[in-house]
């Protein structure tokens, strides 16, 4: 089944540093779509990046797509400490209406 | 970007009690979804929802679950007869081009 798989588990870095994210998935997609979560609320849509998309851009957020290697980063530059969250990517295929989420990434910025 | 709402924010039950969760969309949407997200874990998917009928379910949504939109407006997600392991922070989603998620249900099966 397509699943998105984030690396790392967990991410530590300084505040103003970038943090990058990694996602992949193992079947065709349709688009594929980072969340952020803070921890023990909801999920919040950061960005959506459609399979025939590269790259896309929102604010401090950098994401690529490679469909090839099936896989996917999130960048978020210049971190600052509200980052602090859970990030997950979540595919979607034009077969079925269902998100695939991955197991998220832990971001913690150090002040 | 289309709201959703979630009630209760917090549910606590006991096991073998039957709990509704409810959503309720701000505009008039047509595709419905339910996930759920174990603490720790990854959401899940558990059921979508079209033109009121379910298109799709998980093996995680049995006979203990069912879906409905009583008045047209509200979306609820029933479980019969909660167990331990259906304590879960739950998420109801409308489609949109992408799926928005409301700000969830945490249920305690005590």
């Known amino acids: 089944s397509q699943q998105g798989e984030e690396d790392p588990q967990a991410l530590s870095i300084q505040e103003g540093e970038n943090a990058t994210m990694n996602c992949s998935y193992k079947t065709s997609i349709n688009n594929l779509q980072w969340y952020r979560q803070n921890s023990g609320r909801g999920l919040v849509h950061l960005i959506l990046?459609?399979?025939?998309?590269r790259e896309k851009h929102s604010g401090r957020l950098r994401v690529t797509l490679d469909t090839s290697k099936k896989s996917s980063s999130l960048l978020i530059t210049a971190s600052r400490a509200a980052d602090t969250a859970s990030y997950f990517c979540a595919t979607d295929s034009d077969r079925d209406d269902k998100i695939i989420f991955g197991k998220g990434t832990r971001l913690h910025i150090l002040p | 970007e289309p709201e959703v709402t979630q009630t209760p924010s917090h549910q606590v039950t006991q096991m073998g009690q039957e709990v509704i969760l409810r959503c309720v969309p701000i505009s008039n949407h047509l595709y419905f979804y339910w996930y759920r997200q174990i603490l720790g874990q990854k959401v899940e998917f558990l059921v979508s929802f079209y033109n009121n009928e379910i298109s799709e379910k998980s093996e995680i949504f049995d006979d203990q679950f069912s879906v409905e939109r009583p008045d047209g407006s509200n979306f609820t997600l029933k479980i019969r007869s909660t167990k331990l392991e259906d304590s879960a922070m739950y998420f109801c989603?409308?489609?949109?081009?992408?799926?928005?998620f409301g700000p969830g249900t945490r249920l305690t099966v005590t």
């Open positions: 990046i459609r399979s025939n998309e």
């Open positions: 989603a409308v489609r949109v081009g992408e799926q928005y």
